[in-house]
C-alpha cells in the first residue's frame, strides 16, 4: 500500500487537510480528491491477540470547512453486505468506521458497511447510545465501489473503497460554527464481527481487555487546518 502512514506515526496528531469543494459533487468525487490530495493512514493495529487475521485496510481523511471527508480502502479474503437498516448491526459486516469527539466527554461513532449502510450514535459510553435523527442521517453521502445491493459473505479476495461526505449539521449534539482550527479526538476501525473470520483493527490502539471501540480514553487528536 503506497503513502501509507506507519503505525507509530498514527500515535501522534493526525492533521485534516482543507479541500476545495469546487466542481465536486457527490462522495465518489470527495473520494478521488482524498485519493489524489491526501496521504492513507494504516488502520492495522491488532490489540487483541486472539483475533490475529489483518486485512489491509487504510483511511484518508480531509475538510471542506462544513463537511468531513472520508475514503477507507480495503483489501480482504471475505467480504458481507447483509444490513441495510439504518441504525442497524452494521458492524457484522464488513465495516469501517469513525469515531470522533468534540468535547472530550461526548463521542460520535460513524459506522458504514460496505454496501453504505450507516450508523450514527452520540454519548460518553458504548451504553445508552442517543442516534442521529433518521433526516439527518440522509445528508450523509456514501459511494462504496461494492455497490449498495446487500449480499451474503463471499470469499475468494476483495478490493473496494468506501468515501463519504459527512456534513457538520449531523453532530446535531454540538455546536460546531465550522472546522478550520478545531482540535478533536478521533479513532478509525475496521471490523468484520460475524465474518467467517471476525477481525477488529484499529489506527490508534485500544489498550482494552477485549475488543471495544467505545473507548474514548484512547483517542488520539486531529487537528482541521
Known amino acids: 500500500m503506497k503513502n501509507v502512514v506507519s503505525g507509530s506515526e498514527a500515535a501522534t496528531p493526525l492533521l485534516v487537510k482543507r479541500l476545495d469543494k469546487k466542481g465536486l459533487s457527490g462522495a465518489a468525487d470527495a473520494g ?10 494504516a488502520i492495522a493495529r491488532v490489540n487483541w491477540p486472539e483475533f490475529p487475521y489483518c486485512p489491509e485496510v487504510s483511511f ?12 477507507f480502502d480495503v483489501s480482504e479474503e471475505r467480504v458481507r453486505g447483509l444490513e441495510t437498516r439504518l441504525h442497524g448491526d452494521v458492524y457484522k459486516d464488513s465495516c469501517v468506521e469513525f469515531f470522533v469527539s468534540f468535547d472530550r466527554v461526548n463521542f ?8 453504505g449502510t450507516k450508523h450514527l450514535g452520540y454519548g460518553p459510553s458504548r451504553h445508552g447510545r442517543t442516534f442521529v435523527s433518521p433526516e439527518m ?4 453521502a ?18 473496494w473503497s468506501l468515501s463519504l461526505r459527512v456534513p457538520t449539521a449531523v453532530f446535531m449534539f454540538d455546536s460546531l460554527k ?17 465474518l467467517a473470520v471476525p477481525h477488529y483493527l ?4 485500544v489498550l482494552a481487555p477485549k475488543p471495544d471501540y467505545h ?6 487528536d486531529i487537528r482541521f487546518s
Open 32 to 41: 478521488r480528491a482524498l485519493k489524489e490530495q491526501v496521504a492513507a493512514n
Open 60 to 71: 484518508r481523511i480531509g475538510h471542506v470547512q462544513d463537511e468531513i471527508w472520508l475514503r
Open 108 to 115: 460520535y461513532n460513524l459506522e458504514v458497511n460496505c454496501i
Open 137 to 140: 442521517m440522509r445528508l450523509i
Open 142 to 159: 456514501a459511494h462504496s465501489t461494492l455497490g449498495d445491493k446487500p449480499f451474503e459473505e463471499k470469499d475468494g479476495g476483495f478490493e
Open 178 to 194: 465550522g472546522l478550520s482550527g478545531l482540535v478533536a479526538a478521533a479513532n478509525f476501525y475496521k471490523i468484520g464481527d460475524a
Open 202 to 205: 484499529s489506527w490508534a490502539p
Open 215 to 220: 473507548r474514548p480514553e484512547f483517542f488520539r
